[in-house]
């Protein structure tokens, strides 16, 4: 659909929809430009709070890919109006807005309508320097991938709904609340050569959009991903959700070996909320950053893989 509209063609937009990019960034002078981004979706925790404040981790978690600082949200509500007591949307509303403040950030207002079902999310404008802008199209060969959050959160929403697996469903509403705030700003410290937040395509799916947008291929260790507590227990007993399923089906371009476990490779087409970010740095510096992040705030981080020759968007899991 989108080949089908026009394109822009203004120089100052810098990051547009070429590579599938985490937001969009246009720059306003040589000092400055502006990320913007937008997300929304229906609760995945039955808390509204709780639901609040993981929307909002995911909305700002784009801003944080892209290299940007957060200083603006706008709030997206869709709220069954009679259907459900007013302090529900209180509660969502004061969820997101206390994730915003704690991301520095500000909200200036924002939209609602009246919905059967309810949505919540942000639109997000960021600030970057021009010269340091990361997206998801500048890996190099050689490179190490490292994975600042462990995955399965999709896997963990469906036990959520069968009530099975507290502990594991407790650790991933904890990873989705989780700011990359943290993560995004010891990596500034380092050379990332190209940065995205893993979603709704799963860790392949997004490892695949930044191989492809770089023009190379990349190798990922099965075995040194980092899991989110009771996720794989989750997998082997078939609580895997549908999208897990559709982003298998999609990359046709991975190759995943038959030694993976099958629960491990469900995984790593999980489509994850609010997930960690994956960062393509050099292989130099790679130790230095690991460390940075584990000691920073982020103790999950792994280095799970490598930029490789090959045809462009492989991936390889061993």
């Given at each position: 659909?989108?080949?089908?509209?026009?394109?822009?063609?203004?120089?100052?937009?810098?990051?547009?929809?070429?590579?599938?990019?985490?937001?969009?960034?246009?720059?306003?002078?040589?000092?400055?430009?502006?990320?913007?981004?937008?997300?929304?979706?229906?609760p995945i925790v039955d808390d509204p709070y709780m639901f609040g404040q993981i929307a909002a981790?995911?909305?700002?978690?784009?801003?944080?890919?892209?290299?940007?600082?957060?200083?603006?949200?706008?709030?997206?509500?869709?709220?069954?109006?009679?259907?459900?007591?007013?302090?529900?949307?209180?509660?969502?509303?004061?969820?997101?807005?206390?994730?915003?403040?704690?991301?520095?950030?500000?909200?200036?207002?924002?939209?609602?309508?009246?919905?059967?079902?309810?949505?919540?999310?942000?639109?997000?404008?960021?600030?970057?320097?021009?010269?340091?802008?990361?997206?998801?199209?500048?890996?190099?060969?050689?490179?190490?991938?490292?994975?600042?959050?462990?995955?399965?959160?999709g896997v963990l929403s469906t036990a959520a709904r069968a009530e099975m697996f507290p502990e594991?469903?407790?650790?991933?509403?904890?990873?989705?609340?989780?700011?990359?705030?943290?993560?995004?700003?010891?990596?500034?410290?380092?050379?990332?050569?190209?940065?995205?937040?893993?979603?709704?395509?799963?860790?392949?799916?997004?490892?695949?959009?930044?191989?492809?947008?770089?023009?190379?291929?990349?190798?990922?260790?099965?075995?040194?991903?980092?899991?989110?507590?009771?996720?794989?227990?989750?997998?082997?007993?078939?609580?895997?959700?549908?999208?897990?399923?559709?982003?298998?089906?999609?990359?046709?371009?991975?190759?995943?070996?038959?030694?993976?476990?099958?629960?491990?490779?469900?995984l790593c087409f999980d489509p994850q909320t609010s997930g960690g970010l994956l960062l393509s740095?050099?292989?130099?510096?790679?130790?230095?950053?690991?460390?940075?992040?584990?000691?920073?705030?982020?103790?999950?981080?792994?280095?799970?893989?490598?930029?490789?020759?090959?045809?462009?968007?492989?991936?390889?899991?061993?």
């Amino acid at each position: 659909m989108l080949s089908q509209l026009k394109k822009p063609n203004d120089p100052c937009l810098l990051v547009g929809i070429e590579t599938a990019d985490d937001a969009g960034v246009y720059k306003i002078n040589e000092t400055t430009a502006l990320i913007q981004t937008l997300d929304f979706f229906t609760p995945i925790v039955d808390d509204p709070y709780m639901f609040g404040q993981i929307a909002a981790a995911n909305s700002l978690s784009d801003v944080y890919a892209m290299g940007g600082k957060p200083i603006t949200a706008m709030n997206i509500v869709a709220f069954p109006m009679g259907c459900l007591p007013p302090e529900v949307l209180r509660d969502i509303l004061m969820g997101g807005q206390d994730k915003v403040i704690e991301a520095g950030a500000v909200i200036l207002g924002g939209h609602s309508i009246d919905d059967k079902e309810p949505k919540y999310g942000l639109s997000v404008t960021g600030t970057v320097h021009p010269d340091k802008i990361l997206t998801n199209a500048g890996a190099k060969l050689g490179d190490v991938l490292i994975l600042t959050k462990g995955i399965g959160t999709g896997v963990l929403s469906t036990a959520a709904r069968a009530e099975m697996f507290p502990e594991g469903v407790a650790a991933s509403i904890e990873s989705m609340a989780t700011l990359n705030r943290r993560a995004a700003e010891v990596a500034t410290q380092y050379t990332i050569h190209s940065c995205t937040d893993i979603t709704g395509f799963g860790l392949l799916g997004h490892a695949y959009e930044m191989a492809a947008g770089s023009g190379v291929a990349m190798k990922i260790k099965a075995s040194t991903i980092p899991l989110l507590p009771e996720a794989a227990e989750a997998a082997t007993i078939g609580l895997v959700p549908a999208g897990a399923y559709a982003n298998r089906e999609y990359l046709t371009t991975v190759c995943i070996d038959s030694s993976v476990p099958v629960a491990i490779q469900d995984l790593c087409f999980d489509p994850q909320t609010s997930g960690g970010l994956l960062l393509s740095v050099p292989y130099g510096e790679a130790e230095a950053l690991l460390r940075a992040l584990q000691q920073g705030g982020t103790p999950q981080a792994r280095m799970i893989g490598e930029v490789i020759e090959g045809e462009r968007g492989e991936i390889y899991v061993y």
